[in-house]
């Protein structure tokens, strides 16, 4: 990688950001006016951890973003109040602050946005409106005292996502052995690790969505694509048809309930565009400390990492919608072992001894994968096109390959 170009000298960076959390990054991430306070932070922080801001005293965000363990709460979808499931997966708050949008399918457009939003879902936080979350917060004295003297007004609900924010605008992920490794230090990753590199940016083509460099160090293009985990499971075209009469009219807040409630939710950022070729398709996850954050995917549905790549090794689940990016792989078992290395190289070291453990236990996984289709990964089996040997067309006509014709839209979407 190369050093990363200078910040303009007018933005603030902290002096002491951890290394892989790249400063002009920070500088386009963080607005002048919303670089935390320590104030502001400290207020976050006990915001985040507490569950009396949910609807009956169980839920707070920590709940499902634990902070001990990768923000995350390891379930394959989360469960609020009244412990009711939701549709999606909860993603990892470190460096969410440098996301170009919020939520898997980017509903949110900043992280004040974001916060907003789940004290108010019914599945999550479940309390009714902002004002009685404001009326409920007014009526702890340490909250009166803390908002008068941080934001020098009473409780509202702007000021509390604002607190909670700065928060999270201090939750890095970096200094992973990776860092160390690609600024000099030949030995801060072991040969598989190194081997994973090449392949992710070489036959894995993983970087075409996720990949790394010195100023967007995030291992996300932040872009949404459509790789076929939805389609293990619905009807898009149906669904889709449905869902357009439902979103055409919606807020945010619909959308939300839509997203984290209803089977729609699989339509991933059709919900909040409305284009049909975003159907299916979900933001481009950070892959920073994904070793800590099992399950994997929009809806949890990938136990491990191993599990990960057999999903990638068979080019995805065809459906109409699949990223073009999406082709089988032919990967060999020591190679998907090499880059599941690579991937645990990007842990914090922070948080070393958790990921250690987490790889320990999904290596002992590693003999009951559904996913895996080594026939199809190798080219051997199915209908893509691609890396199998050259197509006979005599044999077979090329137009019954994939899945063109078999679900074209026909109404609904645009
Ligand atoms: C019941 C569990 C639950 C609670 C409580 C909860 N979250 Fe989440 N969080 C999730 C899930 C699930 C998602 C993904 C939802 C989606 O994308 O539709 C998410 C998404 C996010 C994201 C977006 C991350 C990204 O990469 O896009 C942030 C940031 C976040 N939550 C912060 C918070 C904050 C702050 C609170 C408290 C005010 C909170 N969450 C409360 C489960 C929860
Ligand atoms: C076409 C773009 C694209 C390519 C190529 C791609 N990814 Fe992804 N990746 C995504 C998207 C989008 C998701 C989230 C999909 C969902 O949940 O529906 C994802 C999810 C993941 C996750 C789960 C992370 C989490 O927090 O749940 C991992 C791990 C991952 N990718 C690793 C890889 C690796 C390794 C490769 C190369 C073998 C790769 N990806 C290739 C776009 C891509």
Redesign the pocket.
């Known amino acids: 990688m190369n050093p990363a170009p200078d910040v303009p000298s007018t933005a603030y960076v902290p002096k002491d950001l951890p290394l892989g959390v790249s400063p002009v990054l920070y500088a386009i991430s963080v607005p002048a006016d919303r670089v935390p306070t320590a104030a502001q932070i400290a207020l976050g922080d006990k915001l985040f951890n507490d569950k009396r801001l949910s609807a009956d005293d169980s839920t707070s965000c920590a709940t499902c973003h634990d902070p001990k363990a990768g923000f995350v709460d390891h379930k394959n979808t989360s469960e609020g109040i009244r412990k009711q499931k939701g549709q999606r997966?909860a993603?990892?708050v470190l460096n969410a602050m440098f996301n170009a949008t919020q939520f898997?399918d980017g509903r949110a457009a900043t992280l004040e946005a974001q916060a907003k939003l789940p004290i108010l879902n019914p599945v999550e936080m479940g309390q009714k409106s902002p004002e009685d979350v404001v009326a409920k917060v007014r009526k702890i004295p340490e909250y009166v005292d803390a908002f008068k003297s941080v934001f020098g007004r009473d409780v509202n609900y702007d000021d509390l996502a604002v607190a909670i924010a700065s928060f999270e605008r201090t939750q890095f992920a970096g200094d992973a052995p990776f860092d160390h490794f690609i600024m000099g230090e030949e030995n801060a990753i072991d040969a598989a690790a190194k081997r994973g590199w090449a392949l992710?940016n070489g036959k894995?083509?993983?970087n075409?969505?996720?990949a790394g460099n010195a100023v967007s160090p995030l291992f996300s293009?932040q872009k949404?694509?459509?790789?076929g985990?939805?389609a293990h499971k619905q009807d898009f075209p149906q669904l889709a048809r449905e869902a357009v009469s439902i979103v055409n009219s919606g807020d945010q807040k619909q959308i939300d309930e839509l997203a984290i409630q209803s089977k729609f939710s699989e339509l991933?950022r059709f919900l909040v565009t409305k284009q049909v070729n975003d159907v299916?398709?979900?933001?481009?996850?950070?892959?920073r400390n994904?070793a800590l954050?099992a399950?994997?995917?929009?809806?949890g549905s990938?136990p491990t990492?191993f599990d990960?790549?057999d999903h990638?090794?068979k080019g995805g689940v065809p459906n109409p919608y699949l990223?073009g990016?999406?082709q089988r792989?032919g990967?060999t078992e020591p190679e998907i072992d090499d880059?599941v290395a690579f991937?645990a190289s990007l842990t914090s070291a922070k948080f070393a001894a958790f990921g250690k453990s987490e790889l320990a236990r999904m290596n002992g996984l590693k003999n009951t994968r559904p996913n895996r289709d080594t026939a199809v990964a190798m080219g051997k089996k199915g209908d893509l096109g691609d890396i199998a040997p050259t197509p006979d067309i005599k044999a077979k006509n090329p137009a019954s390959d994939g899945v063109f014709g078999e679900f074209v839209l026909t109404d609904g979407g645009r």
């Open positions: 997966n993603p990892t898997w992710f894995g083509r993983c075409t969505c996720h293009d949404f694509h459509n790789i985990i939805a991933g299916g398709a979900f933001k481009t996850p950070t892959l994904v954050t399950p994997y995917m929009h809806d990938l990492l990960v790549m990638y090794n990223d990016g999406m792989l990967l880059l991937m």
